[in-house]
């Protein structure tokens, strides 16, 4: 473990150590600052519901952070991640049900209220120990991972790629959105897991708590950006993009793409899980239709727009696609689907690269004009 | 003319001393207490007359009137008939004859038996099928009579089986015996439930033990009626399935292309039969209402057909060879295909009638009916693939777009012009999207979110059939929609369709390429 | 470590006893697309060290025969066994590079948004798990066997360049490279100078002898190209519909008036 730290700290050069330091200063320092410290009234005053917002934000990064790992990197087009951010966020949903105890609406201590409401009679088996928080913050990432893990074998194993892959991801999501909604389940069907009192001893209500989900977000993202860093740039990385380009060629050099596949998808399903798990308790609430198809095509056009294959352009793409849905809901919202749906198409056909491919674009563009009218001052004078 | 037969009828069918006791008895309704009225009834009801029941109808509609006189009168909309002799009368100083609930109630149970007796067939048929549900003893002589006197086949039938069921209660074990006989052949569920209590605890064994048979026999032809219900459900679930599916047979199958848009060209389907029922409602006279959805079908080819033509043409050709992506911008086509719908019809359900051909249904035994719109669409899913399979398999745009796919290059030499073939053949699976969209708006709600329903669906459909083939969607789609529908009764709608896409996804491990997957070197990629 | 786990074939009277000596062995090799034979009882025998050249007309079977060897298709029936009793239709394509059976596509196939130093460091011979991936280090000595042999397909100077960016003679360079860096004990060449100048195609010609000449590995070279055959000067199997047509020297197979009609008659 110390190489692998060791590794950590050389994989990045100059560049990224700076950008990294920005990102701190701003998530960590600026948004708190601003918000507890400067006065109410003044303008620069950042409200609270901005730092949930912000908050939210950074979960819906690190969503496509795991998704950019496997789409981006590896070639795997997952249109169910969203039932593994789903996932994490039921089992932390779980433990704050269960930390509720008598206070619920029917006082009852050892059923959640919607159990009482159906008239169970006993906690069902897989609810067990979700009153511990180790144990759900352990599931946030067991939970997401060994359904990827079991889904990922038998579908990797058998071969199924590119757009055949991307139809039963989407069919897992479905048929888990169906089964979440059933009363039978226990996970409250419908309306799903709500009216959340605190987590881990904090009261939810409190500005303070909403500011440390906040604060743990931005770390938490900063932290699975730096694996992911050193994850691609490992040679596994190059091997990763070996088997987004040409999967059949890696075979017979030797590696195997069902067991990088699986690693990648296990680990990015887990990443989604931990978003999940960061985003229930900041929005107060996680139901099945978090699982439905559309939010899991949605995060393959954060990835899209950002940029896929860059990690920086999946965090980018997050705040840009969520930020825009913030307000065109807000100022306009008929439109938005139409935006939204103007995006997919204009991402596929004409950027393929993303805001990261564009800044590049013109960057280089910039630079090879001031080339040439250097070199032109220069023949002249 | 008719009413001279009518009376030919009655004179045959009562004798003139029947009609003195007769007249008697209507007199005597007009009694003090509520239990001589019940009496007089009771004896009424004995002379077994068939023109009682309108009297008793009246009674217990508080028509019936008496004059100062003693004449009994029916009132019927305002104008007053004596009860006896049918003759209009005025009648300034009549007094309706009270009556309470208890007497009402038996006033009707009076009227349902002589019914059994009326000369109208279809009064005598209800009759009889009210009498068959609520069994009543004291009915039984009637029942026994109108049995006798029955010429109908269908009524005798079920007066017969009602004869059976009274004498299932009868002291007589040899009478229970002969009517659990006669109704062991039945397939109707009220009649196991007649006869479960006497397979239970009959007090003669070999009654018991008969009646143990005829409910097993029932039971079982019960179960395989609910069997063919199920059957016949799950057909036509797979037809619907297979209408949404074959589009995208022709769309991913032919061309490869993942079109996330398919079940929007659906909608758009169904909001065009919206809007040609709309439109012949206004402009044709009600009775060519039906005719709408004759004309909807071209309608919604036609129109889905020329947005494929356009999404391809500005879009979709740009993507070739780039699946993954051209999923995504077909996903992006659909948002904006169901927000532009929703800003032009709004984001309600919209309502599609079903024309008259089309409501109502084949009654089969075992009170289970095949509705008409099912029956269409299943002929109309079939028309559809067989046309379909023809346009491939004979059209000359049928050679050109095998060839296209087939081998682009060479096509493309022998001067098929590749792009205009492109474009029609997504045209065409998006047409039969719209096609699919005009039976789907008779069965559900037409709303802007209709193809979202069907999308994941529609594509298990392919996966399972095997992409290409056009039988292997066909087998695919029913396959789908009776292992569906099988599942049902056991596992309940939404766990049986849970358990069908588990199935398939551990399916698609075993055969990645479907049921019916072509085989050799340029699919193996 | 891998060897525990390979399937191998020991029956005493078996294709064991036959394929004794060999580093490839293939007999009664049938492969079938929808009806159509594209191997129709093959049958080969490569000893270790040789250099053979196969040739044949297209849809001969060349490529197929070349996919059963390295798992991509799995033969309707025969046996195909790689140093005498390693039986290769039960492996899958990882297993069998794994084992030491190298191949370079008739189309250059190489990773194209990766530069050529990337390209041959993915290729070089190191522990394939994935966990050992994430964790490798590039050691000063692989360093240099990579440098060593960019010297020698000679892309030194594009070490760095993306490898989409080379031309096709590079790329086929590129591929050859890789294989170098895989150190196989056989190597399969399909077509390794298709679309190649002559002087590139003499270099091939070369290289290939190169790494014959010390007999610590066996290559199979697929060509059309007869100059190019004639100048690698080995054993010569002729393939036509699916099957050995004929199998000598360059000279003998040409005057075998079975070749003859199958090149020019009909």
Not at chain 1, 342 to 366: C, D, E, N, Y
Not at chain 2, 11 to 22: E, G
Not at chain 2, 410 to 429: C, K, N, V
Request: with cysteine; proline share 4%.
């Amino acid at each position: 473990m110390t190489s692998f730290s060791a590794r950590l700290l050389t994989c990045g050069n100059r560049r990224l150590w700076t950008g990294l330091a920005v990102g701190a200063l701003v998530f960590l320092v600026l948004v708190p600052v601003l918000n507890l410290a400067v006065p109410v009234d003044s303008a620069l005053h950042l409200p609270n519901y901005m730092v949930t917002l912000l908050g939210k934000y950074l979960c819906y990064a690190l969503l496509a952070l795991a998704m950019d790992l496997v789409w981006g990197y590896c070639g795997v087009l997952s249109l169910g991640h969203g039932a593994f951010f789903a996932l994490g966020g039921y089992a932390i949903g779980m433990y704050m049900m269960r930390a509720i105890g008598s206070r619920g609406v029917y006082g009852n201590a050892d059923l959640p209220d919607f159990m009482v409401f159906l008239n169970w009679q006993e906690l069902p088996w897989y609810w067990f120990g979700f009153s511990q928080p180790w144990f759900a913050l352990l599931m946030v990432v067991v939970i997401p991972g060994a359904l990827a893990f079991v889904f990922g074998w038998l579908a990797f194993r058998s071969r199924i790629t590119g757009v055949y892959l991307s139809i039963i991801t989407q069919a897992m999501t479905y048929a888990l959105m169906l089964a979440f909604f059933r009363n039978e389940m226990g996970f409250g069907g419908n309306n799903g897991l709500t009216d959340f009192k605190d987590i881990f001893g904090f009261d939810l209500a409190l500005p303070s708590t909403k500011m440390g989900l906040y604060l743990a977000s931005a770390v938490v993202l900063g932290l699975a950006f730096l694996l992911a860093r050193f994850i691609v740039t490992s040679k596994l990385g190059r091997v990763m993009m070996a088997v987004r380009d040409a999967e059949s060629r890696v075979r017979f050099l030797g590696y195997s793409p069902t067991a990088i596949k699986l690693f990648v998808f296990t680990l990015s399903a887990m990443l989604a899980g931990v978003a999940g798990a960061l985003y229930v308790p900041q929005v107060g609430i996680i139901n099945p239709s978090e699982f439905s198809p559309a939010n899991s095509i949605e995060i393959a056009i954060w990835v899209a727009v950002g940029g896929r294959g860059t990690l920086i352009g999946a965090i980018l793409g997050a705040f840009a696609v969520n930020g825009a849905k913030t307000w065109l809901t807000g100022a306009a919202p008929e439109l938005w689907l139409f935006l939204l749906g103007a995006l997919f198409i204009i991402v596929t056909l004409g950027m393929p690269k993303g805001l990261i491919g564009l800044w590049a674009q013109s960057k280089a563009r910039l630079f090879r004009r001031s080339a040439v009218t250097e070199e032109k001052e220069a023949r002249h004078a | 003319m008719l009413k001279l037969v009518l009376a030919l009828v009655a004179l045959l069918v009562c004798s003139p001393a029947y009609a003195d006791d007769f007249a008697g008895a209507v007199r005597a309704l007009n009694a003090d207490s509520f239990s001589d009225k019940l009496t007089a009834a009771d004896t009424l009801a004995a002379l077994g007359d068939g023109r009682a029941a309108a009297v008793f109808e009246a009674m217990a509609d508080g028509r019936l009137y008496a004059t100062a006189d003693g004449t009994i009168l029916i009132e019927q909309s305002g104008s007053y008939r004596d009860a006896v002799s049918g003759a209009t009368v005025a009648a300034s100083d009549a007094a309706a004859i009270t009556v309470n609930n208890r007497l009402r109630g038996a006033l009707r149970a009076a009227a349902g038996q002589l019914g059994l007796l009326n000369s109208d067939p279809v009064i005598r048929q209800q009759a009889a099928e009210s009498m068959l549900a609520t069994p009543n003893p004291d009915a039984a002589d009637t029942v026994r009579k109108a049995l006798a006197a029955e010429t109908v086949p269908a009524i005798k039938a079920l007066l017969s089986q009602a004869v059976a069921r009274l004498d299932l209660a009868d002291s007589d074990p040899a009478h229970r015996l002969s009517a659990i006989a006669q109704l062991a052949a039945s397939s109707d569920p009220q009649v196991r439930g007649l006869l479960q209590p006497l397979a239970d605890g009959d007090s003669d064994p070999q009654v018991k033990a008969a009646a143990q048979k005829a409910v097993s026999s029932i039971e079982n032809r019960l179960g395989l009626i609910g069997i063919g219900v199920n059957i016949f459900q799950g057909i036509s679930l797979g037809s619907v399935l297979l209408l949404a599916a074959i589009g995208l047979a022709v769309t991913f199958g032919v061309m490869g292309v993942i079109n996330m848009a398919h079940g929007e060209m659906i909608m758009l389907g169904a909001y065009s039969t919206f809007v040609v029922q709309e439109a012949v409602r206004a402009l044709l006279p009600p009775d060519y209402f039906g005719l709408y959805l004759v004309i909807a079908v071209p309608v919604a080819f036609v129109v889905t057909f020329a947005v494929g033509v356009l999404l391809e043409r500005t879009v979709i050709r740009f993507l070739y060879g780039r699946p993954l992506e051209t999923m995504l911008a077909t996903w992006g086509i659909s948002l904006m295909l169901q927000q532009l719908v929703r800003s032009l019809f709004g984001a309600s359900n919209r309502e599609v009638a079903n024309p008259a051909w089309m409501t109502g249904g084949i009654e089969l035994i075992g009170g289970f009916t095949l509705t008409y719109n099912r029956v269409v669409i299943i002929l109309f899913c079939l028309a559809v693939l067989l046309a379909l399979a023809a346009v491939l398999r004979w059209s000359r745009f049928g050679l050109f777009m095998r060839a296209v796919t087939q081998n682009r290059p060479m096509a493309s030499a022998m001067g098929i012009p590749t792009g205009r073939i492109d474009a029609a053949t997504f045209g065409l699976g998006s047409g039969i999207a719209g096609i699919a969209g005009v039976a789907l708006s008779q069965i559900g709600n037409v709303s802007p979110n209709l193809g979202q329903g069907y999308i994941v669906d529609s594509f298990m459909v392919v996966v399972f059939g095997g992409v290409g083939s056009l039988w292997g969607t066909l087998v695919g789609a029913l396959s789908l929609g009776l292992v569906n529908k099988l599942l049902e009764p056991y596992a309940g709608a939404m766990l049986g369709k849970i358990l069908v896409l588990v199935a398939i996804i551990l399916f698609i491990q075993k055969r990645p390429r479907g049921l019916f997957a072509l085989k050799g070197r340029s699919v193996e990629g | 470590m891998l060897d525990d786990a390979m399937p191998t074939i020991d029956m005493p009277a078996g294709p064991g006893v036959l394929a004794a000596g060999s580093i490839l062995y293939l007999d009664g090799v049938t492969v079938s697309f929808d009806g159509f034979r594209a191997l129709n009882s093959l049958s080969l025998v490569l000893a270790p060290g040789e250099l053979r050249t196969i040739v044949g007309p297209n849809g001969a079977g060349k490529t197929t025969m070349m996919d059963v060897i390295t798992g991509k298709t799995r033969p309707d029936k025969g046996d195909v066994l790689f140093d005498q009793n390693i039986d290769l239709t039960r492996l899958d394509e990882s297993a069998i590079a794994t084992l030491g059976i190298g191949r370079k596509f008739q189309k250059p196939t190489v990773f194209e948004h990766l530069s050529v130093f990337e390209n041959l460091e993915l290729a070089l011979k190191t522990n394939r798990s994935t966990l050992a991936t994430l964790f490798f280090r590039l050691s000063g000595q692989q360093a240099e066997q990579i440098a060593a042999t960019l010297q020698r397909v000679g892309l030194a100077d594009k070490a760095r360049q993306q490898a989409g960016s080379l031309s096709h003679g590079q790329k086929q360079w590129l591929e050859i490279g890789m294989l170098l860096m895989q150190d196989q004990r056989l190597l399969l060449l399909d077509e390794p100078v298709a679309g190649m100048t002559d002087a590139e195609t003499e270099a091939t010609a070369e290289l290939i002898l190169d790494l014959a000449r010390d007999k610590t590995r066996s290559l199979v070279v697929v060509e059309h190209d007869m100059e190019f055959v004639r100048a690698l000067g080995a054993k010569v199997t002729v393939l036509h519909e699916g099957s050995v047509l004929a199998e000598g020297s360059l000279d003998a197979v040409q005057a075998n008036p079975k070749v003859v009609e199958v090149y020019l008659g009909r």
